[in-house]
Nanobody, 121 residues
Framework: QIRLAESGGGLVQAGESLRLSCSAS????????MGWYRQAPGNKRELVATISSGGVPNYAPFVKGRFTISRDNAKNAVYLQMNSLEPGDTAVYYC???????????????WGQGTQVTVSS
């Protein structure tokens, strides 16, 4: 099994910054792409950013240059630096990893428990 643990969420005012962290642990065989998704109450889960195993990032249009995703393969970790936060960014942010577990036959999408980000106006 692979576990993803997020941290770094919190309550901030519009215009401020947060840095989210996610660390994978457990029976990791290999990790390919990693990323961040978010879900606000009443909304569907949506992509925020992804990063390939080689470090190539991809962002949702609403990021508008405000966020930066990065990873540390040695630590099996992925990060999301969020600047210029807006009230619309309020959501639970989930870490995701496409990975093979040593205990499973095939690779699959693994999810963290989520961390709350609240941006006040």
């Amino acid at each position: 099994q692979i576990r993803l643990a997020e941290s770094g969420g919190g309550l901030v005012q519009a215009g401020e910054s947060l840095r989210l962290s996610c660390s994978a642990s457990g029976s990791i065989g290999s990790i390919n792409a990693m990323g961040w998704y978010r879900q606000a109450p009443g909304n569907k889960r949506e992509l925020v950013a992804t990063i390939s195993s080689g470090g190539v990032p991809n962002y949702a249009p609403f990021v508008k240059g405000r966020f930066t995703i990065s990873r540390d393969n040695a630590k099996n970790a992925v990060y999301l630096q969020m600047n210029s936060l807006e009230p619309g960014d309020t959501a639970v942010y989930y870490c995701a990893a496409d990975a093979f577990s040593l205990t499973e036959i095939a690779g699959r999408r693994h999810w963290g428990q989520g961390t709350q980000v609240t941006v006040s106006s």
